[in-house]
């Protein structure tokens, strides 16, 4: 059955969807559209009222077919797909390239009864090539691309994080097993990578779908302009319907500026392209609660809500294969990382790809109950995302960027920090660590004090003996955050413990009153931690006044003079 021609007119050449490039640039926001406060985009709330502004109004002529939900500080718009859209976009996919017309009619029908989704699909090594001869497992490779066309055609958009550089190029090398040199390694990745890629491309060649390569490192993504110019990269790819196959860039990551595994990486994918579902796809159906080949009575879990309370009931020491960095502990905190953005993380097999379409299915379901049991066809382990997900530029400033340094701070300077909210100021600094610059990212941590030592004198000849060799107490540090400094380590060293008013007299000039300013900071000590060990009884009375002061209401004549 022949699809029918699409009518243009003059609103449809304007509207941004049918035109994904071209507006591209329009959608860097002015300095009337900054919403530094704005949260991030969830998956199915309604976006905030409001009137828009003039410069935003050529992007909202059309409100069926894109609508805005985020202007952040330093570039484009966040965006959620609305239907309209999607038949936008299938019908210009439709014109740039050839497509059956079963698949036109499927995606046609989806995107008009269905909701799109953003999926990302992290594939490890042991399931691109055998861990002992390296050969590609064609099989597993060709099913995971008809899966992804398949999630293509009803309406999701996809991206593949692929691993498995370094065992096609120990194939194509003929090396039995992987090295232990870095560099040695890293030419090994070079060689795998093209060919990866020269696989990747005729497999979805033959179904006509375009790939498109990705490689990134954490220093990519420690500047917040490459950071928002990657994320406006994904979204060209995906408005084209174009699959980004998204791996590190082996031959140039070194020490910290390693994601470590691209576990990690796909989580920090999701959360760039504001991802509905990402999958870690590994060698087990689920998560158990031992590892099922030695132990026969290992459980199933199905659905986790709690990551810290999952670690404590299950052993995640399996490592991964030889030629791969990961395993269980890896992906556990991927799923971390992806929940704090608001991203359903699945892990499930990757040996059975058609396996996703059913998972999507089943926990796209809106009526579905939290509790709800998970069919065999659907088995998989499920962590839920968090109904209340990271502002974007936070979330960036926590996983995106790399700590160049840490600030100790003292028990005041906590309190404030992750209590009261407040910023970080130079008097409740301590020392530094590491030579850092201004604007990096850097740890915020506070050293407890010393238990003291006894007095030589007060011990026995064997306590003596024991003290002098458990050597000098350590103390373990909390962690109360991470921020971007207003000032660079040598700075901080000089104007430790003093006041914002003698900034100017140490320095010879004032950029900031603050260390770190609250927008920039982003707090991860627990609550509980917080009130058992820093906030004091003035502060809870303090806290308590707060609580219970009324709200001012401004007197009518007040406001008229």
């Known amino acids: 059955m022949n699809t029918p021609e699409p009518r243009t007119t003059p609103e449809s050449r304007a509207s941004p969807a049918l035109n994904p490039v071209s507006h591209l640039s329009q959608e860097v926001g002015t300095s009337s559209q900054l919403d530094l406060g704005a949260?991030?985009?969830g998956h199915g709330r309604t976006p905030s009222a409001g009137t828009p502004s003039s410069s935003t109004a050529a992007l909202r002529r059309n409100h069926s077919s894109v609508l805005i939900t985020n202007v952040?500080?330093?570039g484009g718009p966040r965006r959620r797909r609305s239907k309209a859209s999607l038949r936008s976009k299938s019908r210009s996919q439709s014109q740039s390239r050839p497509v059956s017309p079963a698949e036109s009619v499927s995606s046609e029908l989806s995107s008009v009864g269905g909701k799109s989704l953003t999926i990302v699909l992290k594939l490890g090594t042991s399931s691109i090539c055998d861990p002992v001869t390296h050969m590609p497992m064609l099989a597993n490779l060709s099913m995971m691309v008809e899966t992804i066309c398949r999630l293509k055609a009803i309406g999701h958009r996809v991206v593949l994080v692929s691993s498995g550089a370094v065992g096609i190029g120990l194939r194509r090398l003929d090396m039995p097993e992987k090295p232990k040199e870095l560099a040695v390694i890293q030419a090994i990745a070079a060689v795998g990578q093209g060919r990866l890629m020269a696989l990747y491309d005729d497999l979805f060649g033959q179904l006509g779908q375009p790939v498109a390569q990705i490689l990134l490192t954490r220093n990519d993504l420690s500047q917040r302009t490459q950071y928002l110019n990657a994320c406006n990269t994904f979204e060209a790819l995906l408005e084209m319907g174009v699959v980004p196959i998204v791996n590190e860039n082996d031959t140039v990551s070194l020490g910290e500026i390693r994601f470590g595994d691209n576990d990690t990486l796909s989580a920090i994918t999701a959360g760039m392209v504001h991802a509905d579902f990402l999958f870690l796809l590994t060698d087990v159906d689920c998560l158990y609660t031992d590892n099922p080949r030695t132990n026969p009575n290992a459980k199933q879990v199905t659905n986790v809500t709690d990551i810290k309370a999952l670690r404590d009931a299950v052993d995640v020491s399996t490592a991964g294969s030889a030629v791969g960095t990961g395993g269980m502990a890896t992906k556990l905190i991927a799923a971390e990382l992806a929940t704090a953005a608001g991203v359903t993380t699945i892990i499930t097999r990757g040996s059975t790809p058609a396996k996703v379409v059913d998972i999507v299915d089943h926990f796209s379901n809106p009526e579905l109950p939290p509790d709800a049991p998970v069919p065999q066809a659907a088995l998989c382990t499920r962590f839920v995302a968090k109904s209340r997900p990271m502002i974007d530029r936070k979330w960036w400033i926590l996983h995106g960027m790399y700590c160049a340094g840490t600030v100790y701070v003292d028990a005041g300077a906590v309190v404030a920090l992750a209590k009261f909210k407040k910023s970080l100021f130079a008097a409740g600094i301590k020392r530094v660590e590491g030579a850092f610059s201004a604007n990096q990212a850097v740890r915020v941590v506070y050293e407890?004090?010393?238990?003291?030592?006894?007095?030589?004198?007060?011990?026995?000849?064997?306590?003596a003996r024991v003290m002098n060799a458990m050597g000098p107490s350590k103390t373990?540090?909390?962690e109360i955050g991470h921020g971007l400094v207003n000032y660079s380590s040598t700075e901080i060293n000089r104007i430790r413990g003093c006041h914002s008013s003698e900034f100017e007299a140490i320095l010879g000039y004032c950029d900031s009153d603050n260390v770190i300013n609250r927008g920039n900071m982003v707090t991860t000590i627990s609550e509980q931690v917080l009130d058992d060990v820093f906030?004091?009884?003035p502060h809870k009375s303090k806290i308590r006044a707060e609580q219970r002061a009324p709200v001012p209401v401004q007197s009518p004549n007040l406001s008229a003079i």
């Open 72 to 74: 952040d500080k330093h």
């Open 448 to 463: 407890p004090e010393r238990e003291p030592c006894p007095h030589p004198d007060s011990l026995s000849a064997d306590e």
């Open 476 to 478: 373990e540090l909390i």
């Open 39 to 41: 949260p991030r985009p």
């Open 535 to 537: 906030v004091t009884r």
